[in-house]
C-alpha cells in the first residue's frame, strides 16, 4: 500500500530549539509539497520539489525555514530556531506531474512550540 | 488579543440526501483541478479530479462539474452519509506550476 509517510507524527519543543521534519515520498514520485496548516491561514503552500530540485519555495520564511531533498527517498522540512507563531500541522505530499496528477498527502507533522 | 480563526462555511445536510459544495477559483491559467476531503486528524484525501477540457466527471457517489467562464467548481455527493462528514478542499493548478488550496468547506451530516 503505497503511501507517503511523515515523522514524526507529533513534536512539542520549546521556542529557539530545533525542529526536523522528515517525509518519505511515494516511490517512483517525482514532485513534493511541503504544506502548512493553521486555523488562521488554512492550507499554506511553503515549498515544492520536482525530481529533488526546489521549484518554489516562495511561501517559506527564509531566515528560519530551509526544505531539502538529500535522495529521492527523503525531503526534510528544517525550523531554526522554530517560534511559538510555527505551531502548526506540516503536509508533505508527493505526485508525479506528467500533464498534472493528484498529490497523496502523508499523515501529517502536529508541531507545537511552546 | 483575541485570535481569529478561519471562518469555514458549514454545510449541513441530512443523510440521503444530495450535496453540493461549491468553490470558486481565480486563475483562469488553471487547467486543472481536484477535490480533496480532509478528516479530523488526517491528511487531505484525494476525492476526484478535472481537467480543463472537461465540464463535468463523475466517480462513485460524487460528481464534479467545472463551469470554466465563470471560474466555479463543485462536488455533488450523491446519498449522503455520516462518513462524508469532513472538511472538503479544492485545489487548482495550471501545467508544471504548484497546487493551489481554497479555503474548505464543513460538511456535516445530521441523522
Known amino acids: 500500500d503505497a503511501r507517503v509517510t511523515q515523522t514524526p507524527r507529533h513534536k512539542v519543543t520549546e521556542m529557539g530549539q530545533e525542529v526536523t521534519m522528515r517525509c518519505q515520498p511515494i516511490?517512483?514520485?517525482?514532485?513534493v509539497f511541503w504544506y502548512r496548516q493553521t486555523m488562521m491561514q488554512g492550507l499554506e503552500l511553503l515549498a515544492y520539489f520536482r525530481n529533488r530540485a526546489p521549484l518554489d519555495d516562495s511561501g517559506m520564511p527564509k531566515d528560519r525555514f530551509s526544505a531539502e531533498m538529500p535522495d529521492a527517498t527523503l525531503a526534510t522540512l528544517k525550523i531554526q530556531p522554530s517560534e511559538p507563531r510555527d505551531s502548526a500541522v506540516y503536509f508533505c505530499?508527493?505526485?508525479?506531474?506528467?500533464?498534472?496528477?493528484?498529490?497523496?498527502f502523508g499523515q501529517g507533522t502536529r508541531l507545537t512550540v511552546v | 488579543g483575541e485570535s481569529v480563526g478561519l471562518h469555514l462555511p458549514t454545510l449541513s445536510v441530512q443523510e440521503g440526501d444530495n450535496s453540493i459544495i461549491n468553490c470558486a477559483y481565480s486563475n483562469s491559467a488553471s487547467d486543472y483541478f481536484i477535490w480533496y476531503k480532509q478528516e479530523s486528524g488526517k491528511g487531505p484525501q484525494f476525492i476526484i479530479d478535472?481537467?480543463?477540457?472537461?465540464d463535468k466527471r463523475q466517480g462513485q457517489r460524487v460528481t464534479v462539474l467545472l463551469n470554466k467562464t465563470v471560474k466555479h467548481l463543485s462536488l455533488q455527493i450523491a446519498a449522503t452519509q455520516p462518513g462524508d462528514s469532513a472538511v472538503y478542499f479544492c485545489?487548482?493548478?495550471?501545467?508544471?506550476?504548484?497546487?493551489?488550496f481554497g479555503t474548505g468547506t464543513r460538511l456535516q451530516v445530521t441523522l
Open positions: 516511490l517512483g514520485h517525482n514532485t
Open positions: 485545489a487548482e493548478s495550471s501545467t508544471a506550476s504548484k497546487l493551489t
Open positions: 478535472i481537467r480543463s477540457n472537461m
Open positions: 505530499a508527493s505526485g508525479l506531474v506528467s500533464g498534472n496528477t493528484e498529490a497523496f
